[in-house]
């Protein structure tokens, strides 16, 4: 594991975007439900699961390092019927970034709807899944890609 | 969590994907160095991250039920240089399917590439992360989008 | 590690139940609220929580059995505006009885309860916490005290 | 995940207590066993289970912040032969407040009393676990109804 | 991960040990205070620790299959009084064996001998750590070099 | 778990090693084989699970403190062709040692290089495990016996 010992601890701050598609039928019957599938609120469980899962990035990612989380903020939007958008923040001042755990954290919270809507139909899909955004280290980075990226 | 008390045991038996791509200096030197980056071999460590992350699938997706996993199985294949294509494929003698330990498994796998890739280029992304099939429940399963489903 | 290897697997089944007491004020702050503080819903994260404490019980309490939990419900119910009322009903099937998962299902979603609550007032508390009712052993169990156990 | 980065960092402690009420009859063995059941020391175990809940308790409770705590203290002691009070003490250097990290201990270590007991009398009950005193935010607080907050 | 769906369930058993050596003065510190460090019971803690990490041994070995741990047992015994030796015998219906987890677990509780007695000497060392049997696979193994295979 | 309130942050560090006997045979057919076995690269598999164990030393071990590791770095030596020898180096900014994380690590490592190994003979033993050296704290230390103590 890199050593980061000699770099300054500053506020590190990290964004990324994952999507999640439903095919039109899924997509019309998850919202006929008020986003609520047979297993409960869809993105407030997402929303869990992700927070979950950026707090246990290190352990999950061999080389990332063991940081402490200060924020963690999700965000899920509907840009079609069939598309949900779903943004994670990570902040914490640390030695060294979070955008694994923003990563992290996007990537479980669109799992979990996954698995939230499985019943309705399996062919749904996932990403991509982007650093939208990452500061707070040597060099800035913005993507140019990321729907979120305004 | 849905009670599958009342389902029989079977071999179940799932296939998922993702993709990682890589903008094109980044694949450029990936290659250029025998797909290690500095922390290490990019390919093997993905495939014990992905399968750590196959086995902890009910960790991490809230209402997933705890399954004793037999069987792991990771591909890794460039498409293009830089086109990576993942597949992950679960098998277990459970009463319910594995498909989202698949997906975990694929997805985590794409996050260890990135991790391992990120100091070449922070524009690195992933996905469309799916199942590819799914077998040994009451349906089989079968994507019409996926790049393995051939 | 009490040797379960010369038990029978027989379907195992289990009911704990917990309480959370509230302050009035509080109480009245978090019904007209709709039961969601500031961090979201205070039942459906409760619910996720304890699930997931369920299924990582023999990792919490040091000699019980890792088991192949086939079924979690939780039910919450308010007996009084200040008094909640939470089951954990577990099942699998297996060879040692599952009331320490429901029982750690229950304690999780009541601590749970408590920490989406405690910006309200410090000074909510939990219990008794206990076993409603056992079943698939050698000798079944009722409590005769139990609110639930009617 | 309310963000903590504006907050200052101070040391942090709580106090939480729990009770476990033993049955008459299971309070009497387990007295004449010298505190042993045939799993083992019940409070030495129930000590250990209690830490390792502290330092998993952000694991455990969606929203709490992951904290590098320095000091878990427990104390157990008999107010009859029939009631066993749990005192579970935390400390850390961090910007919010360590009292769930202390309830979570109290009520593990209360949970791993009964696992440990539960062979001489399933009727075992826990409770009530609450905040005995938090120090070291923005206010105070100590409980007028706890045992332990002389 | 080795696909296992095509081998036999049956019965598993395997043993290992560990030894850990005590330089002479700590060896006299710690029995002269009853086997008990300022930390607490060093067996009674070394058990339990050693007990969680055989239930954890496919979160920790990246290939090791997730197994129904049906017996867990420890010896301790001091050879000599600078010498301690440490057995784990685990047992679980499964389709491979349980010689990693034996191993796990005799490896963590000497790894957490030596945590409670490291404020005595630190030169404390750990080892050989060996399988001495296995049974219930294709073929049995016993160890020639074991201090237990007697 | 003792009080490290009152210490003072600085630059941790420890060294441990372990080491890993082959029979001939055995290392004969690894060497062979270009260490790898069927399951993979037998030192890179090593290496990420032994950082992994690093991060994970708290929640192994009951009375380690949580530590934001900074810096975890193997080296894989074999001495002869029948023994590799392990060292595992740890480093954190923290106010108390990491020497528990780095025989934490090179043990897992060690596990991890049997299990990769085992079916080519199951007599491969492990040991002895030390520390090699520790500083940062109240008192360095050195091993006076260590292979890697030059």
Chains 1, 2, 3, 4, 5, 6 share one sequence.
Do not use: W
Not at 19 to 44: I, M, N, Q, Y
Request: hydrophobic share 45%; charged share 25%.
């Amino acid at each position: 594991m890199v050593d980061v010992g000699n770099k300054t601890v500053t506020r590190r701050h990290a964004v990324a975007e994952s999507f999640v598609h439903f095919p039109p039928a899924a997509a019309a019957a998850l919202h006929a439900e008020g986003l609520r599938s047979r297993k409960g609120p869809v993105l407030d469980t997402a929303l869990i699961a992700g927070t979950q899962a950026v707090k246990r990035c290190a352990d999950l990612i061999p080389f990332c390092h063991p940081l402490p989380i200060e924020r963690i903020r999700f965000e899920f939007q509907f840009l079609t019927p069939e598309q949900l958008h779903i943004t994670c923040e990570v902040a914490a001042e640390a030695r060294t970034g979070v955008e694994m755990e923003a990563l992290t954290g996007a990537s479980v919270a669109a799992l979990t709807v996954y698995d939230m809507c499985k019943a309705l139909d399996l062919g749904l899909s996932i990403g991509p899944t982007r650093v939208v955004e990452k500061s707070g280290g040597k060099r800035d980075f913005k993507s140019d890609q990321a729907a979120s990226a305004s």
